[in-house]
């Protein structure tokens, strides 16, 4: 197969940022999106770009930084907003797992990083995710010291119970939902780590603080607010529902209201 | 540094070590823990939770990791589970018994008083992790539900779904992130280390890399944990998330450290096949699935001709003429044999010139009498996750058609030599999970992985590092400006030079793929002396042409991959060295190091216990020089060391 790749280049935070566009060939549809662009870039590297040439006239700016781990959807790490999607056009999946069978042949796409001002690029299509980190430090977890744990099975959690806890818990923390949200908002990935411990007994004691601390630190930190258009649903690579704000919505205002 | 080199196992009864070891353990005041200084590198399951730990503890430390967040960790890929003795399935499972079948299952290479504590601390890992909040799945009664795994006759695993890693990794994470907001835990996200600073025979410190800015930093501490995980890597293609490298542990090598049974890696038996050149990375489907999936190939060669044209389906080959071939050679574990058998088993087969796909390389592993027994849902309660990763990958239904496996990198049993305080030989370094060699002896079981690194990080080092700085309580902070971080950083600086004035033609990418081939080639599933001596060889050329050849593009002050790579690619050279020379030494067939010299008439491997019962620990002894080979006996007070046998 044969694309042409419309890619955003940005030196770095302060840099301006502008597209490249480049031709590639020969690549199999059992290529994962993150493959192809490994092929690029070692296309670029024996080009001879990089980002010392453009300084001397070159015309592209070598190969294209992007984060990537796992390569098996969990880690979380890739991000990447393909011909206007997160993670591109296939569903439930994380730009890793994303094939380019799922692409037609000879096609253009476009390659963007994460847009959001609590996102802010650190270079091409790397963005900078510690905000999530802030918030989950401000309250994303519970507080047991090593050693201090009764024996597992004296907390019963009813088997549906645990489930749905663990349909939250399957967040990734990509920042997907953020960077498809109009207003930048990170509700979802709060919601997921508020409504996961929330389900569980042991989360109850600090549930309340857990909801007022991680919602002003989102706050605090630039993320928008939600309107419910419910995008973030739609493009979660872990099909977390937004049934889950329901529950930090509610979870929020039990905590305001016994203020 | 020979006193450095002994495994200090406490005297006295084997159940009792550990307690033995904890009652002579100086403590450490709170009021002098505020004093000292611990430096982490790592933040996977061992990191995260050492560091968490120590936070609690009152210690100030500081933790390093490569990702954007230490939630990326590559511990979070582990999908089936985590062991544990708590014998909740009354299936006469107690602490014993999985310290009788990780000894086992290692193949008889593995320190018995290390295992055993593993297996003593194990049920106190799911306590910690259940208090946390991690999901794991439960009966209807609301009880912790298990599952097996292979090597094993009992049901001790514990699982989140097929995100046991993900789950166990988000709940120290979490901890982490408490001592961070509490302070006791600066955590710096994107940075390597590039070198360990040793001052006066003892780690002091670390020279890390900004991965954003491209600056060298130093970071000095009273003592260094290195928790960074294995080297899989090396052989380009595993199942090893693309960024995992063994460089800090190489590093800890270089300045003293001694490194054991390197040659020591998993080739896990279930993973999706490679498919073409184009593939840089491989994905596991967990072990958990051998608990219900039937491995198989057909019995007849012209039903392999017809699968691999697509003229029939493999749903389509009647049941008689199916050889189910782990049920077949080892009837009492069958499907559920170790990992290292179970690979070896699938090579056979497909050497035989039964692979299932077009390359050859591929046995199935069926779900069909499973969904008819279970029915739809409970089999997509366990596995639905890995179905739809599969499907996702494949583009093919294991719902309706067996999925294709083959064997492929997965773990290094190897890793810096420990002593029992899990203090490597540089006194104030020290080495946990999978970055250290201690537990998994020749082979690991699965969901050991998860115990280890936790048990290692939540209940030992925080313990046994305590023994080491009661004596340092009294160091002033380590001075960054001393000669020594000078000249550590300078060296770095220079590696960093050289790779970057190379400008050659050919990719970083490029060349650690040809390294790889030559790995699995010749220290892969099958190794024997000329092929190690001559993979010693071409690993030794390869290394020249990249110091010639290489382009390494951009600058040091940026964020850049490619010198990343260059740098991790530099030292998987002297690792994959280091493991062609340890399985040249080891001639016997022992876990997942097979020597074809070296096995039984039924082409099962042979050990050889007169010759080989030691754990091989290597000294650096400089560039380009052979190192010195040290043996650590291994005695086995408590278990009779037998053949390994999964037959009946």
Redesign the interface.
């Known amino acids: 197969m044969e694309f042409n790749l419309k890619i955003w280049r940005q030196?770095?935070a302060k840099a301006k940022g502008h597209f490249e566009t480049y031709h590639i060939s020969g690549?199999?549809e059992?290529?994962s999106f993150l493959?192809m662009l490994?092929?690029l870039?070692?296309q670029l590297?024996?080009e001879?770009?990089?980002?010392?040439?453009v300084e001397r006239g070159c015309q592209s700016s070598?190969?294209v930084?992007f984060?990537?781990?796992?390569?098996?959807?969990?880690?979380?790490?890739c991000s990447l907003y393909i011909d206007g999607r997160a993670h591109g056009p296939?569903d439930?999946?994380t730009t890793c797992?994303l094939?380019m069978?799922h692409f037609k042949d000879g096609a253009t796409i476009t390659v963007e990083p994460w847009r959001s001002a609590a996102f802010p690029v650190?270079?091409d299509l790397?963005v900078?995710?510690?905000a999530?980190?802030k918030i989950?430090?401000?309250g994303?977890?519970?507080?047991?010291?090593?050693?201090?744990?009764?024996?597992?099975?004296n907390?019963?959690?009813?088997?549906d119970k645990?489930?749905e806890?663990?349909d939250a818990?399957?967040c990734?923390?990509c920042g997907a939902c953020v960077a498809t949200c109009k207003n930048g908002s990170a509700m979802l990935f709060v919601a997921a780590r508020v409504s996961?411990?929330a389900l569980?007994p042991?989360?109850r004691p600090e549930a309340k603080r857990r909801a007022k601390a991680m919602v002003a630190k989102m706050d605090e930190l630039g993320f928008g607010n939600c309107t419910n258009t419910r995008a973030c649903e739609l493009e979660c690579p872990k099909g977390i529902t937004v049934a889950h704000i329901a529950r930090l919505n509610r979870e929020f205002l039990k905590a305001k209201f016994s203020d | 540094m020979a006193d450095k080199f002994t495994s200090k196992i406490p005297d006295g009864p084997l159940a009792q070590k550990w307690t033995k070891r904890k009652s002579e353990i100086h403590l450490v005041s709170p009021n002098n823990k505020r004093k000292l200084e611990i430096i982490v590198v790592g933040t996977g399951l061992g990191g995260a939770s050492a560091a968490a730990s120590l936070g609690e503890l009152g210690y100030n430390v500081k933790i390093f990791c490569i990702s954007d967040s230490p939630r990326r960790a590559h511990s979070i890929a582990a999908q089936g589970g985590i062991n544990a003795a708590k014998n909740y399935q009354n299936d006469n499972d107690s602490i014993y018994r999985l310290f009788y079948d990780t000894i086992k299952g290692g193949d008889y290479r593995a320190r018995e008083a290390n295992v055993y504590r593993l297996a003593e601390v194990s049920a106190a890992i799911i306590d910690q992790c259940v208090a946390q909040g991690i999901p794991f799945a439960r009966e209807y009664g609301g009880y912790l539900a298990n599952r097996s795994f292979g090597g094993v006759q009992v049901s001790r695993t514990f699982y989140a779904r097929g995100q046991t890693g993900q789950q166990l990794l988000l709940g120290a994470y979490a901890s982490l992130n408490k001592e961070i907001a509490a302070g006791t835990v600066k955590s710096y996200p994107r940075h390597e280390m590039l070198d360990l600073v040793v001052i006066n025979g003892e780690a002091k410190g670390i020279i890390t890399r900004n991965l954003v800015t491209g600056q060298l930093e130093r970071f000095g501490a009273h003592a260094v944990i290195i928790a960074t995980g294995g080297y899989g890597n090396t052989y380009f293609l595993s199942t090893n998330a693309m960024n995992s490298n063994g460089s800090a542990a190489l590093q800890c090598y270089k300045k003293g450290a001694y490194f054991a049974n390197p040659c020591f890696a998993q080739i896990h038996p279930t993973c999706i096949p490679v498919h073409g050149d184009q593939q840089c990375k491989l994905t596991l489907m967990s072990e958990s699935l051998r608990n219900d999936g039937r491995i198989w190939v057909p019995k007849k060669l012209e039903d392999v001709e017809k699968l691999r044209k697509h003229q029939i389906k493999a749903s389509q080959i009647p049941e008689e003429d199916r050889d189910y071939y782990l049920e077949r050679r080892y009837p009492a574990f069958g499907n559920l044999v170790p990992r290292d058998v179970a690979s070896r088993a699938a090579k056979e087969r497909c050497d035989a010139g039964f692979g299932v796909n077009e390359t050859g390389k591929a046995v199935y592993l069926d779900f069909s009498e499973a969904i008819q027994r279970l029915g739809h849902q409970k089999v997509a309660e366990r596995y639905g996750n890995l179905f739809e990763m599969y499907e996702k990958i494949t583009a093919s239904s294991p719902w309706e058609e067996p999925m294709m496996i083959y064997p492929a990198i997965h773990y290094t049993m190897g890793g810096i030599w420990v002593d029992y305080d899990l203090q490597t030989t540089i006194p104030g370094l020290y080495a946990i999970g999978e970055a250290n060699f201690s537990d998994h002896g020749g082979n690991r079981l699965g969901a050991s992985a998860l115990m280890q690194g936790l048990a290692d990080g939540y209940f030992i080092v925080p313990v046994t590092i305590g023994d080491y700085l009661s004596k340092k309580f009294a160091e002033p902070k380590t001075d960054v400006n001393r000669p020594e971080f000078a000249e550590a950083e300078k060296a770095v600086q220079a590696r960093i030079d050289r790779l970057l004035s190379i400008n050659g033609k050919e990719t970083v990418d490029s060349i650690h793929k040809e390294l790889g081939h030559i790995m699995w080639e010749y220290v892969g599933m099958a190794r024997d002396k000329a092929g190690l001596e001559k993979a010693i060889g071409l690993i030794k050329d390869l290394r020249k042409r990249f110091y010639e050849n290489v382009k390494v593009p951009g600058t040091q002050f940026e964020f850049n991959q490619e010198l990343e790579k260059a740098l991790r690619l530099e030292d998987f050279f002297e690792i994959g060295e280091l493991m062609a020379r340890d399985a040249l030494n080891r001639n016997e067939s022992c876990g997942g190091h097979f020597r074809v010299e070296s096995q039984t008439e039924e082409g099962e491997a042979k050990r050889d216990d007169a010759n080989y019962m030691y754990v091989a620990a290597w000294e650096y002894k400089g560039e380009g020089v052979e190192p010195e080979l040290h043996k650590e006996p291994l005695v086995y007070e408590n278990i009779k060391v037998i053949t390994r046998n999964y037959k009946d």
Do not use: W, Y
């Not at chain 1, 984060?67 to 790490?77: L, S, V």
């Not at chain 1, 994303?140 to 597992?152: N, P």
């Open positions: 030196k770095n690549i199999e059992d290529a493959e490994d092929i870039n070692e590297i024996r001879g770009c990089d980002p010392v040439a070598g190969p930084s984060d990537h781990d796992c390569r098996e959807g969990i880690c979380g790490a296939d439930h999946v797992q094939f069978r650190i270079k790397v900078d995710r510690t999530f980190d989950l430090q401000a994303g977890f519970i507080s047991v010291r090593t050693g201090s744990a009764q024996d597992a099975n907390i019963l959690i009813p088997h645990a489930e806890s663990m818990a399957a990734v923390g996961s411990l569980l042991q989360g």
